[in-house]
């Protein structure tokens, strides 16, 4: 059993004929407005209500996440127990090294830091100032040019 609050696993056994209440976890659009230190703050769209949550609430995949971005806010009992980014983002690329003309090898990848912070591996290709679509899912893949 994994713990959705904590995040711990552990082993049990159960009685095949045991009955469990079922657990009703709570998916709420909200918009990413700003962080402020360890504090990060989101919006409701329709009630204009702004809730802060820790920075433990949020995964290590909220790096590739700009302000202004639809987030889903998970919740249980009222309880928020984490955050899941958009899918798939469209980020600027700030720093790279510039493509080597003349090297063509195949899933030739270099680093290059996005506007939010992050670090990802994107094709040789890929300059400074390009527009990039990253899928959030594995930890932040290049996907293409946007």
């Not at 204009?48 to 998970?74: A, G, H, W």
């Not at 290709?125 to 899928?135: A, M, Q, T």
């Amino acid at each position: 059993m994994k713990n959705i609050i904590t995040g711990s696993v552990t082993e049990t056994s159960f009685n095949p004929t045991a009955k469990f209440e079922q657990a009703v976890v709570e998916r709420k659009e909200m918009q990413y407005l700003y962080n402020d230190g360890d504090l990060y703050y989101f919006m409701d769209m329709e009630t204009y209500d702004q809730m802060p949550l820790s920075k433990d609430k949020l995964d290590s995949n909220f790096r590739f996440v700009k302000e202004e971005t639809m987030c889903k806010i998970l919740s249980w009992n009222g309880n928020v127990f984490s955050v899941e980014p958009p899918t798939f983002v469209e980020l600027l690329v700030t720093e790279c090294e510039p493509g080597v003309k003349g090297n063509t090898a195949t899933n030739v990848q270099k680093a290059a830091v996005v506007e939010t912070g992050a670090t990802i591996k994107v094709p040789i290709f890929i300059n400074e100032g390009d527009k990039i679509r990253i899928d959030t899912r594995d930890g932040g893949s290049y996907l293409e040019r946007a």
